[in-house]
């Protein structure tokens, strides 16, 4: 019954490493987002994906990467991690003509 | 730029009304939100008002919108310990765009 779900839950690893965190919805919706809540629990978009196209591209470094292989899928992918980009990253989906999104349950990364 | 305000933290005794505040500076929002976000768990969705409604009642929870002061509140009628969680204002400031507030963090005294 899940309806947006986020793997893993918790990510730990070291400073200059490759990762990817996972989201899928099976909503059926058509909109698909990535946000990154810092320490003080602000939530700040990173991306959106709209039936494959990017829609909004927030200024993120460019090694953070958004791939959606199909509709109900958007991965986020972190290349050379740094102690900064700790923090809880959310998967949401929205569907159009609607305005209420609904959020995964967050991905924990931590960088050591 | 688009912004969104809100105190961090609120506490109040287990059965008074919690009252938390949140203010915003685009006046074209069509849509404003309240957000929970309980301990380990993702953003759930508890109201949102329309920008031509004043006033929202659903069950315990009481949305009031000030669109001229662009200012929101969320009202919680006795508070229970279960409500313990950080809430989040958000606004839409264009189709695809969402801003959340920092997030208010409501602790429950005895």
């Known amino acids: 019954d899940t309806a947006v779900s986020q793997t893993p839950k918790y990510l730990v690893t070291q400073m200059g490493n490759d990762k990817s965190i996972k989201c899928e919805q099976n909503l059926g919706h058509d909109t698909m987002y990535w946000y990154k809540q810092d320490s003080k629990k602000f939530l700040k978009i990173m991306f959106s994906y709209n039936n494959k196209e990017l829609i909004i591209n927030e200024t993120v470094p460019n090694r953070f990467s958004p791939k959606s292989p199909d509709k109900a899928h958007l991965n986020l992918h972190i290349n050379s991690l740094e102690l900064g980009d700790s923090a809880v990253y959310f998967c949401a989906s929205r569907p159009d003509g609607d305005n209420e999104q609904f959020f995964g349950p967050g991905t924990r990364l931590t960088v050591l | 730029g688009e912004d969104v305000e809100q105190s961090l933290f609120l506490s109040v005794r287990e059965g008074d009304s919690s009252v938390i505040n949140c203010t915003y500076t685009d006046s074209s929002s069509t849509y404003l939100y309240w957000y929970k976000q309980e301990p380990g768990a993702g953003l759930q969705l508890l109201t949102y008002?329309?920008?031509?409604?004043d006033m929202k009642q659903d069950q315990r929870l009481t949305v009031l919108l000030n669109k001229k002061d662009k200012h929101l509140s969320l009202r919680i009628a006795d508070t229970q310990t279960g409500d313990s969680a950080i809430y989040f204002c958000a606004e839409i400031s264009s189709a695809s765009k969402i801003i959340f507030g920092s997030g208010t963090r409501l602790s429950i005294r005895p």
């Open positions: 008002i329309f920008s031509n409604m």
